[in-house]
Structure formats: C-alpha cells, structure tokens
C-alpha cells in the first residue's frame, strides 16, 4: 500500500517568506509526527498528533511555527517569516495507533532551503 | 532524554564484522530502536528491542547496566552501506528521540 507522502519534496524560500509542508499519513494511521533534521544531525521531534488534537507541540523552536491537522487526517506545517536557519529537511511520520510499541512509518521529507 | 552515537562513520571489508555503537541516557524504561536510511530512501524502522529479533543479519541487545544498544552483524554485506540512527522512546510519551547517526560503508 501507499506510504507517507509528503510535498513539496523541495522548496527553497526566501528570507521572510511564509511556506506551507503537506503530510499524508498511511491511511488509518491516528497518530502523526513532525520531525526537523539539520544537515549532519539526526530528526529532531518538533510536534504529535493524535487525530486532530495536538497533544505536543514542545518541539516547535520559534512561535512562527505552526501546525494543524484538521479533520484528523492529513497534517501541514506552517512556518512563518522563514529564516535561514530554518533551512532542513522537515520528516512526517505516522502510525497506527498511539502508544510506545507502535511502528512510526516516515515520509521522504521535505528539504527546505532558506536563502 | 538523550541518545549518543560516538562515531560518524564506521568503514569496513566486506565479511568483516560491526558494531555501530549507541548510549542513551534516560531514568526510566526506554524503548530503543535501529533506524537505517539507505542512499535516496526513506527512514525505516530496522529493528527494535522488545522484539529481540534479528533482522537482515543485525541484532542489538538492550543493556540497563551500561545504557547502550549496540547493533552487531557478524559478517557486513556491501548492501549493509547507509545512515543508521540509533532512536529512544521514553515512558507514554510517543515522540522519538534521535543520536545524530552514522554512515556505514562496507567495501568489496
């Protein structure tokens, strides 16, 4: 079956510029996952969904990022007035059920590129 | 929470033996995971310790007394050559936390 899809799977923005990252979890999947990875570090947690309720949202670095998940099923995440650090491949990861022995599934990332 | 992985890359023979090393350093009862990211692919799940299976000839024991998961196989392949993250999840809390990874190479 389909995996996690994510798009665009490459953007590059501007300083200053708003962008908006697409998730499509596996279908079924509750809980959904948003994770930042800078170049040479690992995925980093940025926020979790459990259907549409966003239960964590420590991850978030700044206020100007945001993310919904609506009707419980795809998920976007939203930065504001992007910076350069900003710049890294943001993951999205989803699984079947909330809980620790649940398999998260990931997507192929969207790589953003702050100029 | 906090997981280390202390090398970057690991480079060996094929037929050679590895251990990709990790240390994690959290209070209560973790859930550790093996993540591999082949070239132009997707993370994925490689195994993780209460299965305590043994997957594409890797295995990794949970040791309480020194905090660490190692990976081990006894014998690399050519195709064994990617990114691994070793990963922990700690108590209810679902979020993964990740070590920064290391870059396998297996040559001919």
């Known amino acids: 079956g389909a995996g996690v899809s994510q798009s665009p799977r490459y953007k590059v923005a501007k300083r200053g510029q708003d962008v908006a990252l697409r998730c499509d979890p596996i279908?079924?999947?509750?809980?959904l996952f948003w994770y930042q990875q800078a170049l040479g570090q690992g995925p980093e947690f940025l926020t979790y969904f459990q259907n549409e309720a966003q239960l964590d949202k420590s991850g978030l670095p700044s206020d100007r990022f945001f993310a919904e998940r609506p009707e419980g099923s795809v998920s976007t995440l939203k930065i504001q007035r992007t910076q350069q650090e900003d710049s890294a491949v943001y993951l999205c990861?989803?699984?079947?059920?909330?809980?620790?022995?649940?398999?998260?599934?990931f997507g192929p990332g969207t790589r953003l590129t702050v100029l | 929470q906090r997981v280390t992985q202390p090398e970057k890359l690991l480079s060996v023979f094929k037929g050679a033996p590895v251990e990709l090393k990790c240390n994690y350093s959290y209070s209560g009862s973790p859930e550790l995971f093996w993540y591999v990211q082949y070239s132009r692919q997707r993370l994925q799940l490689l195994l993780r310790?209460?299965s305590r299976e043994s997957i594409k000839g890797f295995t990794a024991d949970l040791n309480k007394g020194e905090t660490s998961f190692h990976l081990k196989k006894p014998f690399a392949q050519e195709e064994d050559s990617a990114m691994y993250y070793c990963?922990?999840?700690?108590?209810?809390?679902?979020?993964?936390?990740f070590g920064k990874g290391i870059t396998l190479s297996v040559r001919p």
């Open positions: 990963a922990l999840r700690a108590g209810a809390n679902s979020k993964l936390t």
């Open positions: 279908s079924g999947h509750v809980s």
């Open positions: 310790h209460i």
């Open positions: 990861a989803s699984s079947l059920r909330e809980g620790r022995t649940d398999t998260q599934y």
